[in-house]
């Protein structure tokens, strides 16, 4: 795609405009989404009776309901990913699922209490506006910057910025609202439909002025045009780099599958084990999911700046997803803690999760934003947001892990889960050490951590292999 227009556009803070409306798009579809999830859990498990009544489930059955949605809301992007490359552009696929999440968050609100059906066919209806919103906004990001350009992973990390701001902003009014009995958990999900309505109308009205036809037409369509009309098979270096993807799958799926325990097993603690009062003030339970979004903002630009001024000294990929699997599992030695603090004295202190949630977010910036600019820069174009679902769809595992991982607390103990789930993080971060070599070669360049000589060494295999 050309990247002219954006050009003309001029930048802010050395970056296009045009990112701050994909930055602002997604983070009110992310106040959306986190809103949501900080209520779903707890409304579940709300007894019918009660002040606040929901559905009054046991905890083991609602965070297997809680994998399960995450998980689909991670597997559709594969579908809607492919619809926009081959048939509706990016732009539509967002409009399209932007409204559709937004009628979702609304169902929801209607359902409770105890409309247990309307309650299913709300989330069957976000996880299916999700696959048409999240694969295309973020491939969108990549479209911004040509093939090379040294501000892409930095670009990535702004973005993920938009995503956490939203995040942080959600609880503080759904979690405000929906666990308070004055009000009720509906409330915190109809606001989080008006934040959904909010990100369409931005996409609606701005993006034909800052993104001109970015995102318009199917990218399928763009590179059959770019080859002279012949599809042409994918060359030795798209399959090696599409093949970085795919093995990078295991180890980006035991990340997730740690770090999605903050809205199960980990909210449901700070509701259940943990002290949250400050004088005559409980802190609501949900005001928990505001940490990592809150460390997100104010660590991604310190992340980004480091990345770029690393310059040649850059970790690859591979090697940030190692740091990222050991910080992870360094940020469960707290959740030990945690659970040695409330069997000693009742409840937990509120400061071991907050320590918790700043390593798994550390954790998070070495893995996901550079996961999503790697999958733009190794992409063929013709696939660029089905890849983009493909790496979501690794989230529909990993979610659905979580979910039933946590859901053996009841059994074994949270003590059990979180040394567990650091025991096999800090396994599996050795494991991946000693290929990231292997990969970055399998990347061809992509990434500038390999010499010219290499490079071109490649390059002549390659030719070799093809004639």
Known sequence: MSTEFIKNQGTLFGHPKALYLLFTTEMWERFSYYGMRALLVLAMVSATDAMNPGFGWSKSDALVLYGWYTG????????????????????????????????????????????????????????????????????????????????????????????????????????????????????????????????????????????????????????????????????????????????????????????????????????????????????????????????????????????????????????????????TAFGFLFMIAAVFDQEANGLASMHWLALAYLFHTMGELCISPVGLSMVTKLSPLRLASLMMGVWFLVNFFANLLAGIIGSFADELGEMAIFSGIAITDVIFALLLWPMAGMLVRWMHGAEGHISKEEILEEELKTAADAS
């Open 72 to 327: 689909l809301v991670y597997m559709t992007p594969l579908i809607g990913g492919w619809l926009a490359d081959n048939f509706i552009g990016q732009r539509k696929s967002i409009i399209i699922g932007g409204l559709t999440m937004a009628v979702a968050q609304f169902t929801l609100a209607y359902s409770i209490p105890n409309n247990l059906s309307l309650f299913y066919v709300g989330l069957f209806l976000l996880i299916i506006g999700n696959g048409f919103f999240k694969p295309n906004i973020s491939t969108m990001v990549g479209d911004l910057y040509e093939q090379g350009d040294d501000r892409r992973d930095g670009a990535f990390t702004i973005f993920y910025m938009g995503i956490n701001l939203g995040a942080f902003i959600a609880p503080f009014i759904t979690n405000t609202l929906g666990e308070d009995p004055e009000w009720g958990w509906s409330y915190g999900f109809m606001f989080a439909g008006i934040g959904m309505l909010l990100s369409v109308l931005i996409q609606i009205f701005l993006a034909p002025k800052y993104l001109g036809e970015i995102g318009t037409q199917p990218s399928a369509k763009i590179a059959l045009a770019k080859s002279g009309g012949v599809k042409k098979p994918l060359t030795p270096q798209e399959v090696d780099r599409l093949k970085v993807i795919f093995m990078l799958f295991i180890f980006v799926m035991l990340f997730w599958a740690s770090f999605e325990q903050a809205g199960g097993l980990m909210n449901i603690y700070a509701a259940e084990k943990t002290d949250r009062m400050i004088g005559d003030f409980q802190v609501p339970a949900g005001w928990f999911q505001s940490l990592n979004p809150l460390y997100i903002i104010l660590l991604a630009p310190i992340f980004s700046i480091m990345w770029t001024r690393l310059g040649a000294r850059n970790p690859s990929t591979p090697k940030k997803m190692v740091l990222g699997l050991f910080l």
